[in-house]
């Protein structure tokens, strides 16, 4: 039903009290009354029997079950729930994890959802260096560096930290709502470094990880490695060593 709303139409909140028409969000529950036969408004109230959930984050709308997953709990939605990104009505379903939400539940079932803070996307390059270990950025993105990164984060400004085998750097990155940021980090990736060993028999051999090397010298990016040294008749030595200058 569409009703006419204009200025004489009384708007109050849920405790009854004047408010204007720009503070009842989109999504919002609320009593009306209006003229059946003109569907002119008389007046708006929110509803005081539904609960609203503000700064929900990990929100997850499973259609297929027809549940609302949140804060760790879960709740029936409603077959005609709506969503809202801003002015913009939405799918449900478009709405993603890393979103900060608030859920409008009434009669114990998701009525509404509207999205508060957004996400946008960070693309990395020039993380070859830091492939294997962890990149951190915004309030719960942790993952694995890989050589093709495209990360959903909540809209904002963010340290980004980096790491592999023991070595971490960081660059300030601003994520922008519906935007894709690249972020190069060619300026901050592992340098290199090498350490030459003296070993006696001069026939022993050397293997850092698995791996055999030759001329008693090594050559690898900053951090901690794990070494063995084998030579027939002498018992196998294992260590460790950082590099770091």
């Given at each position: 039903t569409n009703l006419m709303y204009h200025g004489g139409v009384s708007v109050r909140n849920r405790y009854g009290e004047e408010i204007g028409i720009n503070k009842i969000a989109l999504g919002s529950v609320v009593d009306v009354e209006y003229y059946t036969d003109t569907a002119k408004l008389l007046s708006i109230q929110i509803s005081d029997t539904v609960t609203t959930l503000t700064g929900v984050t990990k929100f997850v709308a499973d259609v297929e079950s027809g549940k609302a997953i949140y804060k760790g709990t879960s709740c029936d939605m409603s077959k005609s729930v709506v969503a809202f990104d801003g002015d913009k009505q939405i799918d449900i379903t478009e709405i993603h994890t890393e979103d900060q939400v608030t859920l409008f539940i009434f009669g114990g079932k998701l009525v509404a959802a509207s999205i508060e803070v957004g996400h946008g996307y960070v693309r990395l390059s020039?993380?070859?260096?830091?492939?294997?270990?962890?990149?951190?950025?915004?309030?719960?993105?942790?993952?694995?560096?890989?050589?093709?990164?495209?990360?959903?984060?909540?809209?904002?400004?963010?340290?980004?930290?980096?790491?592999?085998?023991?070595?971490?750097?960081?660059?300030?990155?601003?994520?922008?709502?519906?935007?894709?940021?690249?972020?190069?980090?060619?300026?901050?990736?592992?340098?290199?470094?090498?350490?030459?060993?003296?070993?006696?028999?001069?026939?022993?051999?050397?293997?850092?990880?698995?791996?055999?090397?030759?001329?008693?010298?090594?050559?690898?990016?900053?951090?901690?490695?794990?070494?063995?040294?084998?030579?027939?008749?002498?018992?196998?030595f294992r260590g460790s060593f950082k590099i770091d200058k």
């Open positions: 020039g993380q070859d260096s830091y492939i294997g270990g962890l990149v951190e950025i915004g309030y719960d993105v942790i993952v694995p560096v890989t050589d093709d990164m495209l990360l959903a984060v909540r809209e904002g400004e963010y340290t980004l930290r980096i790491s592999n085998n023991g070595y971490s750097d960081s660059k300030e990155v601003k994520v922008v709502r519906d935007k894709e940021t690249k972020v190069d980090l060619t300026d901050i990736a592992i340098p290199t470094g090498t350490i030459g060993f003296t070993v006696t028999p001069e026939d022993a051999t050397i293997k850092v990880g698995k791996k055999q090397i030759s001329g008693f010298v090594y050559s690898n990016l900053y951090g901690t490695y794990t070494f063995t040294v084998e030579a027939e008749g002498y018992k196998t």
